[in-house]
């Protein structure tokens, strides 16, 4: 089993930056690949971005190109997710992700952190 703990939400004005964080734990970080999804009110689950356990990342969502970075600390069992100029469309429990290295499927999920982005 893999444990995540994701912190690091909050009210942000537009515009702000924040930076989410999930700590890992249970099982050897480096091999799993990583990925952090959303889920506005009211609609379902998105994914945003992932990163690979060798450290390549993707995003999928093009309303984050430029915003969302992901990045990955192997030595702290953590990976992160800088997000930019935040839009109030970014509103939502932002969920941090794990799945075995190459496999099709997260099966391992964090229990959410808020982000509300105000106007």
């Known amino acids: 089993q893999v444990q995540l703990a994701e912190s690091g939400g909050g009210l942000v004005q537009a515009g702000g930056s924040l930076r989410l964080s999930c700590a890992a734990s249970?099982?050897?970080?480096?091999?799993?690949?990583m990925g952090w999804f959303r889920q506005p009110p009211g609609k379902e689950r998105e994914f945003v971005i992932a990163?690979?356990?060798?450290?390549?990342?993707?995003s999928i969502t093009d309303s984050v190109n430029g915003r969302f970075t992901i990045s990955r600390d192997n030595a702290k069992n953590t990976v992160y997710l800088q997000i930019n100029d935040l839009k109030p469309e970014d509103t939502a429990v932002y969920y941090c992700?794990?799945?075995?290295?190459?496999?099709?499927?997260?099966?391992?999920w964090g229990q959410g952190t808020q982000v509300t982005v105000s106007s």
């Open positions: 992700a794990a799945k075995f290295r190459g496999r099709g499927s997260y099966n391992f």
């Open positions: 249970g099982r050897t970080f480096t091999n799993y690949d």
């Open positions: 990163i690979t356990w060798g450290g390549g990342s993707t």
